[in-house]
């Protein structure tokens, strides 16, 4: 009997523990989440959280007060968006992508990279689309992915040209409406080409990089003038895709901006602060103001399931960022600038 009340002592005594450890690690997990919705995480476990981040990304660094800088960016670029993900009522989310261990300043300069500086513009006068109606299909959804005329994501590197991706896009875009085919064409041509009003990787606007095109007779193919992230001489290519001009969509109307992207994509500036670690949702206009500082192309527009109406646009810091490389933009109000400086290519 002694030996049976002494088994049974034990047996509790091993089920006290089990439910003191059961609730320990219930507490420990609380206050870890705790910790993540306040962007508090602990010196150590964010230091671990760097270390994977860095292993992920294959991020070295040239020495130990290098690292420290950088973790110390990692840190506040973490806990940044560890709080707004815990903000409620949000209705986009970001995430730490490859971009986390660089400065907001930083990132601005190395990849974006609009500056409108036009010199002698010889855009088509008046607004093509002014008297367009939008089919009931055209005034909910539009996608020009879905209709064959948006090559895939591309990356502009470290190189602020997001100028020549976006009036390129557009350009693409025309040509594949105009003749049925979709040709991926040349950053680098004008990149490197188009030098009046444009500034390389420093800098430049989407008109200027259109009068490039028609002043050269034409843009060659992607293949015949890769893209590697840098300004070099310009070559001496034969063009393969023509325009006869580009005009531009009147400012700071979203209605004509609509017009214009349901017959073709369109190269919009826009104000990319707080864009570097976007991953999904509708982006709304109070994560950003109106000075524009980037250049994407809008290729569509819809209605997301909450009933939130978006931009659709076509992004180039690759597949990873973003929801593909594309984002979508509150439509309606202004968001970010999108409609103040928007222009086109024509056929």
Not at 81 to 100: C, M, P, Q, T
Not at 166 to 190: C, K, M, R, Y
Request: net charge negative.
């Amino acid at each position: 009997m002694a030996f049976y009340i002494g088994s049974k002592s034990r047996s509790t005594a091993a089920l006290m523990l089990l439910l003191v450890i059961t609730m320990m690690r219930h507490i420990f997990v609380e206050v870890e989440a705790r910790n993540l919705l306040a962007g508090s995480y602990g010196e150590e476990a964010m230091k671990e959280r760097h270390h994977k981040w860095m292993a992920k990304h294959g991020r070295a660094y040239s020495g130990e007060a290098e690292k420290g800088h950088r973790f110390q960016v990692f840190k506040a670029n973490a806990a940044f968006v560890d709080r707004s993900n815990a903000a409620a009522g949000k209705k986009y989310h970001l995430a730490i992508n490859e971009f986390a261990d660089m400065t907001s300043d930083e990132f601005m300069a190395m990849y974006t990279g609009f500056k409108p500086v036009p010199t002698g513009v010889k855009k088509m006068p008046g607004f093509m689309y002014g008297n367009v109606t939008l089919s009931s299909d055209d005034q909910q959804t539009v996608d020009w992915r879905q209709k064959g005329a948006v090559t895939g994501v591309k990356n502009q590197g470290h190189c602020g040209c997001c100028w020549a991706f976006s009036a390129v896009a557009a350009l693409e875009g025309i040509h594949q409406i105009s003749t049925g085919n979709l040709v991926s064409l040349s950053e680098q041509q004008v990149l490197d080409c188009s030098t009046d009003g444009n500034n390389g990787c420093n800098g430049g606007f989407m008109d200027n990089a259109f009068q490039y095109i028609i002043d050269n007779g034409g843009l060659t193919t992607e293949d015949a003038y890769p893209y590697n992230a840098a300004q070099g001489m310009c070559e001496s290519v034969q063009p393969t895709v023509t325009i006869s001009g580009y005009q531009d969509v009147p400012s700071e109307d979203e209605a004509a901006l609509a017009a214009a992207v349901a017959n073709q994509p369109v190269s919009v500036a826009i104000d990319a602060h707080n864009f570097q670690f976007y991953n999904g949702g509708v982006l709304t206009g109070d994560s950003c103001g109106t000075d524009l500082n980037h250049a994407v192309t809008a290729i569509g527009y819809g209605m997301a399931e909450d009933g939130s109406p978006y931009w659709l646009l076509k992004n180039q810091w690759g597949q990873n960022w973003g929801e593909g490389g594309y984002m979508r933009l509150e439509r309606g109000t202004g968001a970010c600038g999108v409609a103040k400086k928007a222009s086109y290519p024509v056929a």
